[in-house]
């Protein structure tokens, strides 16, 4: 690069870090949008022309100029997204004479992201020009889809990434027409079969994601949290349709049926339960075709719990009271006459010691079960030698 060709570069690049700068550790300007003469919204990717510039190619950065100067003089439209996808109102920050580094964390001039009709890029002459916005991907994938080849089924396929705040959001992902699957291994990818020699900008427009909805009032069990889950298995070649338990009925779900088919729990997650599912099935689909069987919970009640009862006064006045249950039963509470009692593990006996009691008087003994159930029996306090 010449020098006057290096001093021109670094001329224009200044000229716009001033427009945009920022204090440190501040959100920076990624895309500039601007209104052209003939009213569309144009797009610029702002570091990539920072990038083409410092390296020596100056016509994307030249043309932003241009335009940015043009739009600013005739009063129209500009904004600029950050590097932390904030917006800036740019437009009205120049009306009030606003520097930058001050409006962008102003809310005041807090603007939001327009629709661009086109974007200003360098073609493949390296002359910097307004062409339409490439098809959007779908605003829940991250990047571009990845094209494989497998070994094992001689197919090859189109891998998408779902961002991370829609992994669990996402129900349904089509590709190219095709029902695509939710990897077991890896919940925030999908795939699909695509035909031999496709690429990824082939699919640009012909990927459609569906985002979970609020479930309408009892399309879905009340005991399923969210909608089922699609995905497709590498190692058994099928599909599956997975659910998850709410967490308060993890315990009491017995039996799960998807689409007439008996479900599995998984052991590995005790809250989902899975079914083999056709393929293209979709979470839509499933609707009221879900069936979970919820253990019944006896009501707590009477049980016959107390196997006997036993109260012996001793030659100080106290009353020793020995409580045994039947086997099998499990207490989670035993009194006598209101007094919590003890447990011996190795008497395998509920003991305590009462005092002001006399022979003939009775001692009434409640026990709760861990189940919930109760037990009572009195006893009459008898002396130590009977």
Known sequence: MTGKKALRVLALTLALAFMFSAVALAA??????YQNAAGQMVQVDYQKAMDQAAAGNTALLEELKKAYIDAQDNFRAIAVKNDDGSVVDWSKALKDKKPYHQVVADDNYKGTEPKPDVELVVDETGKAVEKPVATQWPEQMEGQPLI???????????????KAEYVDKVTAVTIAGKAASKLQSEPNKWRAEVPAGTTAESLAGQIQITVQETPASGQWPAEMEGQPL??????TQKTYATITIKAEYVDKVTAVTIAGKAASKLQSEPNKWRAEVPA????????????????????PGPVAAIKEVRAKRDLFGQ?????????????????????????????????AVLNDLNVGDNVKVVVTTTAGGTDEKTAAVVDMSS
């Open 230 to 235: 699609i995905s497709f298995s590498d190692l």
């Open 280 to 299: 293209g099935t979709t979470a839509e689909s499933l609707a009221g075709q879900i069936q979970i069987t919820v253990q019944e919970t006896p009501a």
């Open 148 to 162: 494989s080849f497998s070994d094992l089924t001689q197919k090859t396929y189109a891998t998408i990434t779902i």
């Open 319 to 351: 009353t020793h009271v020995w409580v045994f249950l039947n086997e099998g039963v499990e207490a989670s509470k035993v009194t006598a006459n209101g007094q919590d009692m003890q447990y011996n593990a190795a008497e395998q006996r509920w003991e």
């Open 28 to 33: 920076t300007p990624s895309i500039i949008f």
